[in-house]
């Protein structure tokens, strides 16, 4: 069995900045990397609100950059999906691909959220096809056509107003008649000619033709009567979930299952155990805060194994 004295599970900004710190600490960190290697940026083209690139720099560029830097101080990186962990004791065990089976002095979580999806017929197997998640990456794509956009917070309200650069116009459904964003958000969306509302209806249907998306069939959520908005493209904005199911019932989560951390630490409820970045953030969300809060939990680790008497030689690695 391989034992490790770190191991980084997912490689977003938080995962990758706690790989660089660690590496540098000469923890040298194992990284598991999921099946969305360098996470939801990676799904972004131009990030222009990181600091140090004033021009902007692509999401995936920043990303590959992230990860060799690690890479240059000594992390490993695997790829394969973390199916199980025993954190009941340590060293923990960490599970990747139901087989690999590696043995811990510490865990750094860093898995992320994905986005949410709204469980309706035909809506997996048209995204890509009409259907996505992810607005910057697919725009571009409706150029000239009428789009969809799905969700009554902050994101349905930035992706409907950033989508009419592309569309010739986006219908904002959401399934109650309140919205839930901000009033900034709202009153820029509903200053937007090329928006239209279409509030109180509830999603049921993704229509096509076989090939791509034609419609979204909704219900009146009051009256129940249904009807169908015809569109070429839906986005789905209806917020994000933490990629936890790993993790339950061997760690606090919060109710919707975001990682539970102490106080202005990374540590969670389990020692050695920490986390960072949108698995135990609902609230910012953002590359910088992730990758700062890398930043913190490589710190706590190493300052974590020092405490605990985990040096270089007592593990093979
Ligand atoms: P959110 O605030 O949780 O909003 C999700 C929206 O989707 C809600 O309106 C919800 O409806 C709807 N929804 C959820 N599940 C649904 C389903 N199954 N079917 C239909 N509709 C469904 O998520 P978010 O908009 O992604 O925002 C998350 C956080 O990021 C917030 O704190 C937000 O302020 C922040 N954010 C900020 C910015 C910005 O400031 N630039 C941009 C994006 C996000 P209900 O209202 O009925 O629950």
Not at 101 to 116: D, F, H, N, P, R
Request: net charge negative; aromatic share 6%.
């Amino acid at each position: 069995m391989k034992k490790q004295r770190v191991m980084i599970l997912g490689t977003g900004p938080a995962g990758l900045t706690a790989a660089i710190y660690a590496a540098r600490a000469n923890l040298a960190p194992l990284v598991i990397e999921g099946n969305e290697p360098g996470g939801q940026l990676t799904l972004t083209t131009d990030v222009e609100n990181f600091p140090g690139f004033p021009e902007g720099v692509m999401g995936p560029e920043l990303m590959a950059n992230m990860r060799a830097q690690a890479e240059r101080f000594g992390a490993q990186f695997e790829t394969g999906w973390v199916t199980d962990v025993d954190l009941s004791k340590r060293p923990f065990k960490v599970t990747v691909n139901d087989t690999d089976v590696y043995e811990t002095e510490s865990i750094i979580l860093s898995t992320g959220a994905s986005s949410k999806r709204l469980g309706i017929e035909n809506e997996i197997e048209m995204t890509g096809r009409g259907v996505s998640t992810c607005a910057t990456c697919d725009g571009f794509f409706f150029r000239g056509k009428k789009i969809i956009v799905v969700g009554g917070g902050d994101s349905a309200m930035e992706e409907a107003t950033f989508l009419t650069k592309f569309a010739t116009e986006v219908v904002l459904v959401h399934r109650r008649h309140e919205l839930r964003a901000s009033k900034v958000m709202q009153e820029r969306a509903r200053n937007n000619p090329k928006i239209r509302f279409e509030l109180g209806m509830v999603p049921e249907l993704v229509q096509h033709d076989g090939q791509k998306v034609t419609g979204l069939l909704v219900a009146d959520a009051t009256s129940g009567e249904k009807k169908t908005l015809e569109t070429d493209g839906i986005f789905v904005a209806i917020g994000h979930l933490p990629n936890t199911a790993f993790l339950k019932g061997q760690i606090d989560l919060d109710p919707v299952g975001y990682v539970k951390t102490i106080g202005v630490t990374s540590a969670t409820n389990v020692e050695g155990v920490f986390a960072c970045g949108d698995v135990m953030d609902s609230r910012y969300r953002q590359a910088i805060t992730a990758a700062g809060s890398g930043c913190k939990a490589a710190l706590d680790v190493e300052k974590f194994l020092e405490e605990v008497g985990v040096h270089e030689d007592s593990v093979t690695v």
